[in-house]
């Protein structure tokens, strides 16, 4: 697909390192401020640079997201960090708010700046803009269509790259800016810290039958009317390019490295060739998640805030692979597995292998029957050749 980037998400170094392993060419995170996720999902100053260092010596990027709209007291705060950022090494900044988007560009001029999606930029007279501004980048709205998409970047220069999101969670509001959230738990989703109140299911009350509650059904006895489905564009890729898109970026900063390198690396294999759409779909059909959709690609989507809210989730992450020596893996577990399932290898390096599990040995050599124990490190025998770093999943069905 010629020079395409492939963009994942990392809250912590763990989720980095995955993302990066799995075939991602640049990783966004979260800072100190102004990164729009809760503050467990972000890097302190020194895992800043660690995980600068870390991307450049894989050859790969790191952008920093400091995206939240910002209030008075913020703007020299991000002119500081901005520095901090240029110093450290980072890529790029991702801004959204002009204010910010001003002081930063002051501040540092040679720092590469990205135009957050919340932004909402969704034509080519903003996209000039932002443009003449100092954006080298910027991050679609995601209402626009593939047709939208063409007709901005054949009004824009070519110095200026797209991006756009092909997976992961999507919000019933516009661009993200939702308030429901504040309103309900005093919590802003514009702040970083929502509640996600539109999964929640809803019934109505009426005024003189207060304690009787109905529920508000859309279709096949769903409630949650606010829900979104999740994001999926393993079957578009090629449009989004022709569309003009070069960056294709994967939400999740709030996700598991297990969830980072799965998604990563299917739409690492699909980018590559190196499997088919089918199996790719398929390994997308494994990870936690909300009903799928094209998002707003395609137009208007009547069934993009209609489900139940629940997950489907049919695989689950149980292990991860510390060592592999002469048949024998060693794993730190994170979910429960028993003696008789049948795991499989998550790896880097093309399709799935997997075997039956016939012995657990805990660390004072002791033999298991199952794997009650997150993080206890364990042993077992295993004829596939595994390698530090890759998963060890189990498959199920199910909604949760």
Not at 52 to 70: D, E, I, S
Not at 231 to 236: A, D, E, Q, S, Y
Not at 306 to 312: A, F, H, I, K, P
Request: aromatic share 8%; net charge negative.
């Amino acid at each position: 697909m010629g020079e395409i980037e492939l963009l994942s998400p990392a809250g912590d170094m763990e989720s980095l390192t995955a993302a990066l392993r799995y075939g991602a060419d640049a990783v966004y995170a979260g800072g100190e401020i102004l990164q729009l996720r809760a503050k467990s999902a972000g890097f302190d100053r020194d895992g800043i640079v660690a995980a600068a260092g870390t991307a450049h010596r894989a050859g790969k990027r790191l952008y920093v997201a400091m995206n939240c709209l910002a209030r008075n007291g913020e703007i020299e705060a991000a002119a500081e960090y901005a520095r901090f950022l240029a110093d450290a090494g980072v890529d790029a900044a991702i801004v959204s708010d002009i204010g910010v988007l001003a002081a930063v560009r002051a501040a540092t001029p040679d720092l590469e700046l990205h135009l957050s999606t919340q932004a909402s930029c969704m034509n080519y007279a903003a996209a000039r803009v932002y443009h003449d501004m100092g954006v080298k980048r910027v991050v679609l709205a995601r209402e626009m269509t593939l047709e939208d998409i063409a007709a901005l970047r054949a009004k824009t220069p070519e110095t200026l790259e797209l991006e756009a999101f092909v997976h992961g969670a999507m919000c019933m509001a516009y661009s993200g800016r939702c308030i429901i959230s504040s309103y309900l738990t005093g919590r802003s989703g514009n702040r970083g810290e929502c509640a996600q109140p539109c999964r929640w299911s809803y019934a109505l009350v009426e005024e003189k039958r207060p304690g009787e509650y109905f529920p508000v059904e859309e279709e096949n006895g769903m409630t949650a009317i606010l829900s979104s489905h999740d994001l999926n564009c393993i079957r578009i890729l090629d449009e989004l390019r022709r569309a003009g898109v070069t960056s294709f970026k994967i939400e999740g900063r709030m996700k598991t490295a297990f969830y980072v390198a799965s998604v990563t690396h299917a739409y690492r294999m699909a980018l590559d060739g190196a499997d088919t759409v089918d199996n790719c779909a398929s390994e997308l059909e494994l990870v936690k998640h909300r009903p799928y959709s094209e998002g707003f690609y395609r137009g208007y989507l009547k069934e993009n805030h209609s489900n139940s809210g629940r997950y489907t989730q049919r695989a689950t992450f149980v292990g991860k692979v510390l060592g592999w020596s002469d048949g024998v893996l060693r794993v730190c577990q994170r979910n429960n597995f028993k003696v008789g399932q049948v795991l499989e290898i998550l790896s880097p390096h093309g399709k799935t292998a997997s075997f039956t599990v016939t012995d657990i040995f805990a660390g004072d050599g002791a033999r298991r029957s199952d794997a009650p124990h997150p993080n206890e490190i364990l042993t077992l025998p295993c004829p596939v050749r595994a390698e530090e770093g890759d998963f060890l999943r189990r498959r199920e069905s199910g909604e949760t």
